[in-house]
């Protein structure tokens, strides 16, 4: 029930990484269960929209927090913006993913991926976690990825980042459970954001970003979660029955007809 929902993780959520796709639409879940929202992300244009469709679809309170989450105190000037209020779920949704060969990719995009997909995620976790452990009850939500699961050719760092994401959480979820505090790994594959679009126009098992948002809070309690029945069976497939050089081709050929010209 939405009331419960917003007694247990409310009165405030952040969603890092917020501008549009999976960010606006878990803005737009946590909305729906009454939640007030405060939006994080670096393009002030495009926090005002998703802003205006919030305001068309529900009463709750909404904050912009303009940030650029490659910057080593991102969390912490989030954190100051919002410490007049209680936050009681944090999504860190934001994400980099540099493709391509990685030796023709720039070191620079690489580390700085590095900083939005691991500094990020585990200086929010740090900032916000605390505060929730003290008042025992709360969430923590990371956007993981099924790259998280083997090497992934052509996303190579991505994929790192998202396995650290997995360990992360899963470690969370063991050591803040006893605080009233769930922590969940959200290990998405191909969805209908326009971020994955710029590459492909579909992949096998696309969902939509509202149902990975919708299933995602409907787990919360579990460690990890992977949405939608075809990438569930195909994670199972590639984890627990082929051997592991077999999954990372599987996954390097899937990869060089997204983002490798013919």
């Known amino acids: 029930m939405p009331a419960d929902f917003a007694s247990r993780y409310g009165p405030w ?5 917020a501008s549009e796709g999976l960010g606006a ?25 998703v802003r205006a469709a919030l305001a068309k679809s529900s009463q709750v309170q909404v ?8 910057q080593a105190d991102a969390a912490a000037q989030a954190a100051r913006a919002l410490a007049d209020v209680e936050v009681g779920l944090c999504v860190y949704n934001a994400a980099l993913s ?12 690489n580390l700085r991926a590095v ?22 009850r709360g969430a923590l939500l990371f956007l993981s990825s099924l790259t998280a699961f083997q090497g992934s050719p052509l996303l190579a760092t991505y994929g790192a980042t998202k396995s650290f994401n997995l360990a992360f959480a899963e470690a969370l979820w063991d050591e803040l ?13 191909a969805t209908r954001t326009p971020n994955f679009l710029k590459a492909a126009s579909t992949a096998p098992g696309m969902l939509e970003p509202e149902q ?5 809070l409907g787990r919360l309690g579990a460690p990890l979660m992977i949405p939608g029945a075809f990438n569930r069976f195909a994670s199972f497939l590639m984890r627990r029955l082929l051997p592991r050089r077999a999954t990372i081709s599987i996954m390097g050929t899937q990869a060089r007809k ?3 010209p013919p």
């Open 25 to 49: 639409a878990f803005a737009q879940s946590l909305a729906r269960r009454g939640l007030n929202v405060a939006l994080i992300a670096r393009r002030p244009e495009k926090l005002a929209e």
């Open 177 to 189: 459970r006893g605080d009233g505090v769930d922590v969940l790994a959200v290990c998405a594959g």
């Open 98 to 109: 540099p493709h391509g060969l990685f030796l023709t990719q720039t070191l620079e995009e």
């Open 212 to 216: 990975v948002a919708e299933e995602a």
């Open 258 to 260: 997204l983002f490798l």
């Open 13 to 17: 959520a952040v969603v890092a990484g």
């Open 115 to 136: 900083d939005v997909n691991v500094r990020g995620p585990l200086s929010f976790a740090h900032h916000f976690g605390k505060a929730m452990a003290a008042r025992r």
């Open 63 to 70: 904050r912009e927090l303009v940030l650029d989450l490659t």
